[in-house]
Nanobody, 120 residues
Framework: QVQLVESGGGLVQSGGSLRLSCAAS?????MGWFRQAPGKEREFVAA???????TYADSLKGRFTISRDNAKNTVYLQMNSLKPEDTAVYYC?????????????????WGQGTQVTVSS
């Protein structure tokens, strides 16, 4: 079983930046970030393979960047130009698949989430 611990969330003003981190208890293949806003369904944010191939939700391209440090079993999400609509709980997850996937059902382990709040 893989344990995931997210950190880096918080309160930021519109236009600001945050970097989320997710530390895994062991090495993983695919890793992804998802988010869930109050009253909304969980949505895909970004994913990255072991070899650092990435994919993003179309609406977030250019503002968010996913990266990973395999030596530290850690994945990051750099979020720039944040907007109030980015407010959500952000979750990281791991997938045993070697290919990129945006489907939540393809991810096996999930972190507890970290709150990101963007004020206007």
């Amino acid at each position: 079983q893989v344990q995931l611990v997210e950190s880096g969330g918080g309160l930021v003003q519109s236009g600001g930046s945050l970097r989320l981190s997710c530390a895994a208890s062991s090495s993983t293949y695919g890793m992804g970030w998802f988010r869930q806003a109050p009253g909304k369904e969980r949505e895909f944010v970004a994913a990255i393979t072991w070899s650092a191939v990435t994919t993003y939700a179309d609406s977030l391209k250019g503002r968010f960047t996913i990266s990973r440090d395999n030596a530290k079993n850690t994945v990051y999400l750099q979020m720039n130009s944040l907007k109030p609509e980015d407010t959500a709980v952000y979750y990281c997850a791991t997938s045993a698949l070697s290919r990129l996937t945006s489907r939540g059902n393809d991810y096996d382990y999930w972190g507890q989430g970290t709150q990101v709040t963007v004020s206007s």
